[in-house]
């Protein structure tokens, strides 16, 4: 079970720092990551971890949000900096094993002033 959390509004140029903790038996999986969707958009990769670590990142929120994960907690975070209006959307975090993933309840961004 993935559970997300710290979503909420916030102003542009503001931060936030989603937390997603997981839960049960959890083996073998090889990624994690966070996935958004903005009202009438297209699902989008917003970031992703390996299980050695490495990370990805979508263009558009490359140099301003950070994934990382705390392995004895079993939780992924994604801390989300300089935000602008167009990253509003709700969060999904997601878990993947061999090359299916799974998600938990998302949690939602709105960046305004």
């Known amino acids: 079970q993935l559970q997300a959390s710290g979503g909420g509004l916030v102003q542009p140029g503001g931060s936030l720092r989603l937390s997603c903790a997981a839960s049960g038996n959890i083996f073998n999986f090889n990624a994690q990551g966070w996935y958004r969707q903005a009202p009438g958009k297209r699902r989008e990769l917003a970031a992703i971890?390996?299980?050695?670590?490495?990370?990805d990142y979508a263009a558009s929120v490359k140099g301003r949000f950070t994934i990382s994960r705390d392995n004895a907690n079993d939780t992924v975070y994604l801390q989300m900096n300089s935000l602008r209006p167009e990253d509003t959307a709700v969060y999904y975090c997601?878990?993947?094993?061999?090359?299916?993933?799974?998600w938990g309840q998302g949690t939602l961004v709105t960046v305004s002033s």
């Open positions: 997601g878990l993947r094993t061999g090359v299916t993933w799974y």
């Open positions: 971890i390996t299980s050695i670590a490495s990370t």
